[in-house]
DNA sequence: CGGCTAGTTGAAGACTGTCAAAGCCTGTGG
DNA sequence: CCACAGGCTTTGACAGTCTTCAACTAGCCG
């Protein structure tokens, strides 16, 4: 296996690996920090797991400790988009902060640990808290706008390029390895994130490999040329699409 | 004309209509509610005009008093995504609100005016602003991720049938009517706000037409049949994209 | 081993994009 | 007042990307 995010939790107790000085990763730190003095419970979670389902009473805000989730919105004649995939660091339950009760699935996709933080009471007692959820929530709306354009403006093999460019930067972010990827999703859910039948995201994984720029096997991923595949979503190429 | 979102301001001073049991006009009415003790500054926009761009420092929010705004992300290869239209009680900026600098642009689609917020001096000033502003920027996400939905998952008519549904319902929470719509931006817009080409969306709007279910004069468009475009987006008709 | 899920690959088809031309409307200027 | 330029919209024909449908393989587990 090239990486883990998830499994041996209790082998690495604490996983406070370098944080580099990615907005997202302070944000996480001081989260944690502020954290400490707090009882917050701890919550061990299986794929396949839900953390919680749109219209369920919302009672707490979930930080993901370990493990790899996706939250995904169902409309009522059953259609389904997943908003996200949420790793270490990341918060799930943002979207329905003034709701009564949540909006969106939220759902393991391997073995992880979720924190359970109380909203109302951290907001009352610690003042920083509700500074940081607004930065945090702030953030994932850039982070959604972000895809948005990539969604709406990229070719099918440019948005996995894109995907996995993401990806690899995040998992650096926690200290792993930029160009191992494992991938917890499937294609389908992969390609349903990206607006692509799981079909094309293989194809165009087939193909990325067999241009050499990256290595796939199975749901491990290595990324070969990195600043070719950089040129293929930042650089002037691609079909334009808008 | 049908309707009109923006201009005469002067002949109707104050635009207060009544605003229905919508969350969003709630949350409007508060925020301007509590906006008539401090001495907001207001300012004149005329179409075309910028409020503000990525990159500039930020200063403030603005909150829409009339007229018709787009927000867009620009990405360092020029490709531009339209985030969303914004009309009476939208703020912008608020996706900057964590950094000092907007990271998208803000553009005046006719003429309108926005009255321009100072948030630090809110936030410490006012305890309810900031947890309004955190409900505002949680309804913000729950939005992004309904369209990224219907982006995701409907096809191009389908798409162009919610967006007029949408905006009937914004209107009508804002007291215009819900079926006579004016719409304030270019069909190229429109279709890169849907991720779609100009072409597509007339196509879209020429069909739904020529099967008697709204009306098209230019930017005039009438909704006819309203619960046969609602079928068209929330029944099961449609292909089946994903 | 059989059944199941996940992934790969191929061929055909469909929706949407591309390119092109023409109509429409507005505002400007003669 | 009319002419004209420029931007926006509409429509058509064609092409292309992505989807659809289908078959096949691989890995996992009872």
Redesign the pocket.
């Known amino acids: 296996m090239l990486h883990d995010t998830a499994i041996d939790l209790d082998q690495r107790p604490d996983m406070n690996f370098h944080f580099p000085q990615q907005e997202r990763a302070s944000e996480t730190r001081s989260l944690e920090t502020l954290l400490q003095e707090w009882p917050v419970q701890r919550r061990r979670i299986h794929a396949k797991q839900y953390v919680f389902r749109a219209g369920q009473p919302r009672q707490s805000l979930f930080l993901v400790h370990a493990g790899f989730f996706k939250t995904c919105m169902i409309s009522e004649d059953g259609r389904e988009k997943i908003t996200g995939f949420r790793m270490r660091g990341d918060l799930l339950g943002l979207d329905a902060l003034d709701m009564d009760s949540y909006t969106c699935d939220a759902i393991a996709l391997d073995t992880g640990e979720i924190w359970e933080l109380p909203y109302a009471q951290l907001c009352n007692n610690l003042p920083e808290f509700q500074q940081r959820i607004t930065s945090i929530l702030a953030g994932e709306i850039r982070r959604d706008w972000g895809w948005m354009l990539t969604v709406g403006t990229l070719?099918?093999?440019q948005r996995v390029v894109a995907f996995l460019l993401d990806l690899g930067q995040r998992l650096e972010a926690l200290g792993f390895s930029a160009r191992r990827l494992m991938?917890r999703m499937?294609?389908?859910e992969l390609?349903n994130f990206l607006?692509?039948?799981?079909?094309?995201?293989?194809?165009a994984?087939?193909h990325l490999q067999s241009q050499g720029m990256i290595e796939?096997a199975?749901?491990e991923i290595r990324l070969d040329d990195l600043t070719g595949l950089r040129s293929m979503v930042y650089g002037s190429a691609g079909?334009?699409?808008?």
């Not at 607006?195 to 194809?203: A, I, Q």
């Open positions: 070719s099918a093999e991938l499937t294609r389908a390609g607006s692509l039948k799981l079909e094309t995201v293989t194809r994984l087939s796939v199975g749901r079909r334009s699409c808008h």
